[in-house]
């Protein structure tokens, strides 16, 4: 066998092998994905379905006295030993099944909950899900009184050990219910994922599931199809590169045929191919090197400069939401946040408040003591409201002594005792400047979200209002809005 065949037959079996093991990796990089995906599918249904849960306990955890209406209900605990506390839990009744915690209302402890289903229907609206509930059958007695056995029992499904209670959907009966974690059921032209959700008791015994489905079928076709697309790709690639290495391989054997004949040539004493030498020799010198060499350069200046310019745009960014003072988040950020909170508490009805809080006298403090000291006592302030709010509120500086604070999920009464916290830690606060000590306080104004709240500037008028009213009435104190009827 010629060199010229050889070379070329080495070429082609090092990439045939080479797209061989292409296609392999890239089977199994896509399969590695499909399956990312698919857990990031799971982790959002149940994820999703524990924030509903969490959403509702947070409310029942709130509720200042019995429900007479609306979506809660109550039962009576009797016997119980532990007493009143407890974690939040199922709770089976003839007519649905709730899940919610005990909780004391005067002398009596009370079950307070919410009906599971209005749950899942709220979880399908948002995320498609379908779903069915099951119970275990030999754990029906022990939650269900004997008198109400045969009515609990009415319309249910009973297969096996288990009793079907109610479903989203007929499809759900033809899918395999007895799953631990998640699982993936279906076919190769649809697929679905299914999650389970135990049905936990007040003993902490599970009695049952709820399992979530929804189908994932376009995960895989569009796996399957780029992984189609890569491969007659690489096909194509495949080819274009054996043509290329023909060419290569080509090139590099006449150049070994030529360096052959000049040693042929110069056996027999032909030295002006001394000549051709040096042309082969200036033509080979360093040029794959140097062109090496300068697109390292090249990729080293443009590194740098993605990298400057990375930081810039965060620069930009915290110029563009945060406060260079205080690094609370500035007006603009404030707002964007705030409609997003405000039509979230429209949409489901829960409540919200803000804070406006002004700094008494500022003006004073920095007539007085300068505008440095005026900048630590604005700092000292903004570490305050850092140090005594939850992670889901948002404090920022609006402007000058003036702040806001916008909590998510609370009501006047607590916005008020937040806000009476933050007036007393100011209050008792030590500022010192250049062995000064300089005593600030500051008066705020507190509305809630109710019924004809359309916009945020609304309620920050209402906030205003009430912040006035403190200013009136002596400054260093926290009012709130009333909703003139």
Known sequence: MS??????????????????????????????????????????IYESYKKLLKREEEIIKFLPSIPENGKYVYFKVEDDKKGCLSNSYYRLAVSNTYYGL?????????????SVYEVLSALREFLSVDWIVYYQRDFISDVIPVN?????????????????????????????????????????????????????DNRGLSIGKIVLSKEISYIYKETYITLITLVIYSILIYLFASYLLFRVASNLIERVILLKNITLAIEKRDFSVLQKIEKLRDRWKDEVEELKQSV?????????????????????????????????????FFFDHANLVLENSKRYKIPMSILIIDLDHFKVINDTYGHEAGDIVLKSFADILRKNIRQSDLPARLGGEEFALLMPNTDLEQAKIVGERLRNELENSRIVYQG???????????????DGVESIDELLRRSDEALYRAKEMGRNRIEVYEVRK
Not at 3 to 24: A, C, E, G, N, P
Not at 308 to 319: D, G, M
Request: with cysteine.
């Open 436 to 450: 000064q000590e300089i005593r600030a306080t500051v008066s705020g104004g507190i509305a809630s979200y109710v």
């Open 102 to 114: 005990n909780k004391q209302f005067s002398e009596s402890c009370y079950f307070v909950g919410v």
């Open 3 to 44: 060199i010229k065949r050889q070379v070329l037959f080495s070429f082609l079996s090092s990439l045939t092998i080479t797209f061989i093991i292409s296609v392999f990796v890239l089977y199994a990089v896509f399969s590695r994905t499909t399956e990312s995906r698919v857990i990031e599918t799971y982790n959002l």
């Open 148 to 200: 109400e056995l045969d009515m609990f029992m009415k319309d249910k499904m009973v297969v096996s050990d288990k009793v079907i209670d109610r479903f989203s959907n007929n499809d759900m009966l033809a899918l395999p219910i007895d799953i631990r974690g998640y699982s993936v059921y279906g076919g190769l032209t649809r697929r679905y994922i299914l999650v389970e959700a135990p049905i936990v």
């Open 296 to 332: 390292y350069s090249m990729a080293s200046n443009l590194r740098d400069a993605f990298d400057e310019l990375e930081i810039k745009n965060k620069e930009l960014e915290k110029l563009a939401y945060y406060d260079p003072l205080t690094n609370l988040p500035n007006r603009r």
